[in-house]
C-alpha cells in the first residue's frame, strides 16, 4: 500500500506563486509515476500534470503549460508542483496521485493511489 499526502495549498492573489508537495511513503512508493489532478467546485476531477519514474517524462494540460511544473526528489520520496503565474480558474482542490504504470500519464483510471486533496484558491 503507498500513503500519499499533499501540502502547500493555500490563498493566493492572481499573479502569485504556490508550489504544492507530495510526500510518498509505504513498501512500494518508489518507482511511481505521480499526477497531480484538480477539482474545482461542481465540475470533475482533472488532469493537471504529470512525471514518469524515474522523471525523464513529463506531460501537461494545455492550460497550465509554462505556468507549471512538476518534478521529484527520488531520494526523498516527494514530487512537487511549482505553480506560478496563478489564475482564478486554477481555483481547486489540488491531489496527488501515483501509478504502477506511466502510461498517458492525463487518464485518472490509470492511478492506483490518491492523496486527500490540498485547497488552493487564488484570488482576483
Known amino acids: 500500500q503507498v500513503q500519499l499526502v499533499e501540502s502547500g495549498g493555500g490563498l493566493v492573489q492572481a499573479g502569485g506563486s504556490l508550489r504544492l508537495s507530495c510526500a510518498a511513503s509505504?513498501?512500494?512508493?518508489?518507482?511511481?509515476?505521480v499526477g497531480w489532478f484538480r477539482q474545482a467546485p461542481g465540475k470533475e476531477r482533472e488532469f493537471v500534470a504529470a512525471?514518469?519514474?524515474?522523471?525523464?517524462?513529463?506531460s501537461y494540460t494545455d492550460s497550465v503549460r509554462g505556468r507549471f511544473t512538476i518534478s521529484r526528489d527520488n531520494a526523498k520520496n516527494m514530487v512537487y508542483l511549482q505553480m506560478n503565474s496563478l489564475k482564478p480558474e486554477d481555483t481547486a482542490v489540488y491531489y496527488c496521485?501515483?501509478?504502477?504504470?506511466?502510461?498517458?500519464?492525463?487518464?485518472?483510471?490509470?492511478?492506483?493511489?490518491w492523496g486527500q486533496g490540498t485547497q488552493v484558491t487564488v484570488s482576483s
Open positions: 509505504g513498501r512500494t512508493s518508489s518507482s511511481l509515476a
Open positions: 512525471v514518469s519514474w524515474p522523471g525523464a517524462r513529463t
Open positions: 496521485a501515483a501509478a504502477r504504470t506511466y502510461r498517458s500519464g492525463s487518464a485518472l483510471n490509470e492511478y492506483d493511489f
